[in-house]
């Protein structure tokens, strides 16, 4: 298991909420960055150990969207009775972030567990998501599964990636803070 101080849990859940507000469907953010969302489930997972920031972080991504809708002139189109879903997506997410911080060593195999956690995560999450939507939103009047395989190949690929960037570079900044403090005790047994 990863094991952070309740101040370093702190700051990485200040973080993570700031980055989801900063990122979530480009509505208040000047930068063009990816949505960091499904990352900040995932990492809010992995690294915190409180179960109230799931419904934490659920209710800031629910206010968010609620107010670019209200206030911002974004398009109301992905607020529909499917928006629910969003609630076991993010949390297919968050419980891949337990499943991987229980089984991680500090090991460089972690590294495939961790391809293989997110990547199956994303999945479910996607099927949630996307099939809720699909399925519940009222949008499409014939949905299908052919449909739903269709929409994968085009919006799993995409989500995975932005995915993948946000919990890659956390990886690699875990690992470079916890090689700068091995380094003072390796050059202490010499």
Known sequence: MLKLSPRAQLA?????????AMTRGQHFATLNLPSASWAVFFLAGALLRPR????????????????????AGIS??????????????YGSLWLGGRLYAAWHREHLSSLALLMATVMIAALVCYLFSGGG?????GRYPEPSLALLAERI????PRYLGGLA????????????IRAARLAPSREARR
């Open 165 to 176: 960037l946000y919990v890659g570079l956390a990886a690699l900044l875990y690992s470079g």
């Open 153 to 156: 190949g085009i919006y799993y």
């Open 12 to 20: 990485i859940g200040l973080a993570l909420a700031l980055l989801m």
């Open 52 to 71: 109230w920031l799931f419904p934490a972080l659920f209710v800031e991504a629910s206010l968010l969207d609620f107010a670019a809708v209200q206030w």
């Open 76 to 89: 109301d189109w992905c607020l529909s009775p499917a928006y629910w879903m969003l609630l076991p997506a």
């Open 133 to 137: 939507f699909l399925y519940f939103s």
